[in-house]
Every structure is written in structure tokens, then in C-alpha cells.
């Protein structure tokens, strides 16, 4: 007998990227995201802004991702949203707009925990990734997010590390602001680094606890080792931007891979499973990559465009999640603060 077959729609709209995406049966048949570029010219996210561009953009993308998955929105059997962690405004477009859409299709309203989704996005059917087997360890790396999380199955997860201050992409973007780079930053240290020496200059790791982060003083380091070195060498930064741009990653990486080293040794887990913007650094695929070889790890690194904030983890949790009948109630209301 052939599976049923289910068309779930994802809509995300957790932060500064609204995106709609159609899954069926595990495979994903559209993923569309508009990407908000207004907030370039303020070197970070505008949450007034954001939850506008979210208003103007959420039936289009749903509109495009329906159309491209080739499918009308009467054949759909449920819409799964982001109901949190994520910006207020931003959360209240995507979760007012599904409430809305399934009352007038009649459908299932499934509510989605954006940071279970970068996890869970790794159990979308793809060619270019593989599944992990449970227990993992998955290290969630993004712009507001560092944490490492024991995974135990689909909807038993425990945050066992995270950082107490900034997010590793905020490392990222904000030292890049320092060496004069556009926001995000976070890619362009990674382009400049391959050109560069790691071990040029150096940089302090912070002291926490094995599996917390602290990233904060990391970029105070960078801001006083700029204004040090340009006293008397006004170029320095532009002369040198390669060379500080790999010392920097080498630093974040090398701190990256203590912690995760702290949580197999502590929880006897070797399959690890990354996911969140920051994931598509060079620098920690290719250290990860590394341990396969050198420490016996099975590592999984999702598709890059399930990485980034996206609508397909929004739906493949709601694929998931309709499974089980796991559905949420009519009065259901976004939750900027939301745990796992
Ligand atoms: O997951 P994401 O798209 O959005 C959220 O923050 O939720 O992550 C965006 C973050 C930004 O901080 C960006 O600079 C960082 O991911 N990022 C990178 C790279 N690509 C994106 N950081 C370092 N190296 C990269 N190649
Ligand atoms: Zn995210």
C-alpha cells in the first residue's frame, strides 16, 4: 500500500526573513524566503522594520511557495508556523496570518519551535544530507542563538551548554562592524579568512563553564587590539584584514570545537549535528569534517539552505508533528521567549 500522501505548509517569520515552504512526505517541494536587506543600512536588525517587511511580504512568499510547489491551498492538510523564540512583531505577522489561513481552509494548526526546527530540519529527504540517529548532539549556531542540545528523540531535547552573553554569529557580525566590514559580517570574515594566516595574531578564549560560551569579551579583545595596532599604523586593519580575519575564526572555531569536545566527553555522544546560520562557516565544517577521521564522530551537516533561517525546518516539524496529531489550539498566541 502507498503512504498517504500529506502537503504541510511551513511559514516562518521568526526574526528578519519571511518564508513560506510546502513539504510532502518528508521531501520538500518549495522553499521560498524573502530576505529583509532594509536592515543593512542599520548594521542589525530593526524589529519595527523587520515586522513591517514581514506584513507586506507573507502573502506573496506563501502565495510563491504554493505555486512552485505546483499544489492550489485546498490540497493542503495542515499549516505549521513559527510561534517562537524570535522578535515580537515579526512572530505576531507569521502566527496571526496561519491562524487565519487555517480558520478559512478548514486545516490543522501546527505551532513550531524555531530552534527544535534548525534541529529537525536535518530530517528532511535530501539527497545532499544525511539523518542522524538518535541520541545526537546538535549544536545550534546562528545569529541569536549558541547552544549545544542532547537530543534524545523528535521532541525530547535538553539544552546542556549555551552561551551567557552574545550569539556566535553576533561574535561574527560585530567584530566584522570593528574591521569595517557590512553587517552581516559573518560570511566575510569567513571569504577573507581563507586568505589569511589563523595563527597571525592571537586571541583570548573566554572562561566559562566546559559547555557555556561567552562571547562578549571576545569582541572587546578585537576592539582594543584595532585601536592598539592603528595608533601608529593608520592601514593596519585594511593591510591586515585577511590575516585578522582568519586569526579571529581560528579563535571562535578552536573554541567551538573545546566545547563540543567537553559534551561527548560528558555525554558519551558521538554523532553530531549542526545547524543555524553559522554553519555554513568554512572554518567549523571543516573542523567537524575533521574529527570523522581523527576522533571516530559521525558528523551531519545539513543542505545550506536549511541552515539559514528557512520555512522548510518550519514544515518538516509540522510533517512531524501531524503524525502524531500534535496539533495546536484556535487561541494558540506567538511566545518571543519560547524553551524547548
Ligand atoms: O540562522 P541565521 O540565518 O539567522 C539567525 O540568526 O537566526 O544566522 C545568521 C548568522 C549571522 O550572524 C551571519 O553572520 C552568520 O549567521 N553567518 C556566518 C556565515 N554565514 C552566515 N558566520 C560565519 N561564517 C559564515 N560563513
Ligand atoms: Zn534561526
Redesign the pocket.
Known amino acids: 500500500m502507498t503512504p498517504k500522501q500529506t502537503y504541510i505548509l511551513g511559514i516562518e517569520s521568526s ?1 528578519d526573513d519571511t518564508a513560506a515552504a510546502v513539504i510532502k512526505n518528508g521531501r520538500i517541494l518549495s522553499n521560498v524566503v524573502a530576505t529583509q536587506n532594509i536592515h543593512k543600512e542599520y548594521g542589525g536588525v530593526v524589529p519595527e522594520l523587520a515586522s513591517r517587511a514581514h506584513q507586506q511580504n507573507i502573502v506573496p512568499v506563501v502565495q510563491l511557495a504554493l505555486q512552485r510547489a505546483n499544489i492550489d491551498k485546498k490540497q493542503l492538510n495542515a499549516i505549521a508556523f513559527t510561534r517562537g523564540p524570535g522578535l515580537m512583531g515579526s512572530l505576531l505577522v507569521g502566527t496571526s496570518f496561519s491562524k487565519s489561513l487555517a480558520m478559512g481552509l478548514d486545516l490543522p494548526l501546527i505551532e513550531v519551535n524555531h530552534m527544535q526546527a534548525h534541529i529537525l530540519a536535518h530530517f528532511i529527504k535530501s539527497k545532499e544530507q544525511s539523518i542522524p540517529s538518535f541520541p545526537f548532539l546538535a549544536m545550534t549556531i ?3 542563538h549558541t547552544q549545544i542540545v542532547k537530543v534524545t528523540n523528535y521532541f525530547e531535547m535538553e539544552v546542556i551548554g549555551q552561551t551567557l552573553d552574545d550569539a556566535i ?2 561574535a ?2 560585530k567584530s566584522a562592524k570593528l574591521l569595517g566590514l557590512p553587517y ?4 566575510l ?2 571569504q577573507n579568512a581563507r586568505l589569511g594566516n589563523p595563527k597571525a595574531f592571537h586571541f583570548p578564549k573566554p572562561k566559562v563553564g566546559p559547555l557555556d560560551f561567552s562571547f562578549s569579551g571576545l569582541k572587546t579583545a578585537v576592539l582594543y587590539f584595532i585601536e592598539k595596532k592603528s595608533k601608529d599604523h593608520p592601514n593596519f586593519v585594511k593591510e591586515n584584514l585577511n590575516d585578522i580575519c582568519a586569526s579571529l575564526q581560528f579563535t571562535i572555531v578552536d573554541y567551538l570545537m573545546d566545547k563540543i569536545k567537553n559534551a561527548v566527553k560528558e555525554t558519551h555522544i558521538k554523532t553530531i549535528a549542526i545547524g ?3 554553519s ?3 572554518g567549523i565544517r571543516k573542523a567537524l569534517q575533521d574529527t570523522e577521521t581523527s576522533l571516530g564522530w559521525k558528523v551531519h551537516i545539513p543542505k545550506f539552505e536549511y541552515c ?2 528557512n520555512a522548510a525546518m518550519i514544515a518538516i516539524v509540522g510533517e512531524l508533528k501531524y503524525q502524531q496529531q500534535l496539533f495546536a489550539s484556535n487561541d494558540v498566541v506567538a511566545k518571543p521567549r519560547m524553551k524547548y
Open positions: 526574526c546562528s545569529g541569536g554569529g553576533e561574527f557580525d552581516p559580517g559573518g560570511p570574515i569567513d543555524g546560520g553559522v555554513a562557516n568554512s539559514t533561517d
